[in-house]
T-cell receptor, first 115, second 118 residues
């Protein structure tokens, strides 16, 4: 069965410092991996995805994520955090070999950037 | 291109009533998925419709149902509402790519319908 784990409910970072939001996954075969962000009273917005190729994926708003197959991880990173990055972040996984497979979301990590 | 539109944005119902939520996907998208989001349970998958057929279903009771129309618009219905059904209901659309490659598609979310059951 597919699963996604975001081990941290909350991550607190000072503005200007690098940030990491962790995600590990469990899925048979090679997965498709996604990060989404949710601002208050809004739906989820796509940030980036890993399909194939380079393990370092660059996305919106200066975010990037590194796919690590041996550790089954897909951590979200940003070199320099902004207060406006404060939001709820979701990691998601989908089995690439089934177009009918469900997309599974992690429990979410609340990122708080202090000025 | 217009985004995913969910109506209404807010709903207040009482226990035992039923409710219908609507979702209009992005033009050309054939897949519509529904999610329930609560502070305690996080984001839980309800079901997915593709070309008017339910393709996937989550672990929710039969009180939760949905359908998709020929224009890809989707509705979700909850009957005999319970207090625990209070949540933000999100709809997401995707697709429009080459058949067999849908799994890599991005899901685009609407702003959600916030349902409060009193």
């Amino acid at each position: 069965a597919q699963s996604v784990a975001q081990p941290e409910d909350q991550v607190n970072v000072a503005e200007g410092n690098p940030l990491t939001v962790k995600c590990t996954y469990s899925v048979s075969g090679n997965p498709y991996l996604f990060w989404y962000v949710q601002y208050p009273n809004r739906g989820l917005q796509f940030l980036l995805k890993y399909i194939t190729g380079d393990n370092l994926v660059k996305g919106s708003y200066g975010f990037e994520a590194e796919f690590n197959k041996s550790q089954t991880s897909f951590h979200l990173k940003k070199p320099s955090a902004l207060v406006s990055d404060s939001a709820l972040y979701f990691c998601a996984v989908r089995n690439r070999y089934s177009s009918a497979s469900k997309i599974i979301f992690g429990s979410g990590t609340r990122l708080s950037i202090r000025p | 291109k217009a985004g995913v539109t969910q109506t209404p944005r807010y709903l207040i119902k009482t226990r035992g009533q039923q409710v219908t939520l609507s979702c209009s996907p992005i033009s050309g998208h054939r897949s519509v998925s529904w999610y329930q989001q609560t502070p305690g349970q996080g984001l839980q998958f309800l079901f997915e419709y593709f070309s008017e057929t339910q393709r996937n279903k989550g672990n929710f009771p039969g009180r939760f149902s949905g359908r998709q129309f020929s224009n890809s618009r989707s509705e979700m219905n909850v009957s005999t509402l319970e207090l625990g059904d209070s949540a933000l209901y999100l709809c997401a659309s995707s697709g429009g790519g080459i058949s067999g490659t849908e799994a890599k598609n991005i899901q685009y979310f609407g702003a959600g319908t916030r349902l409060s059951v009193l």
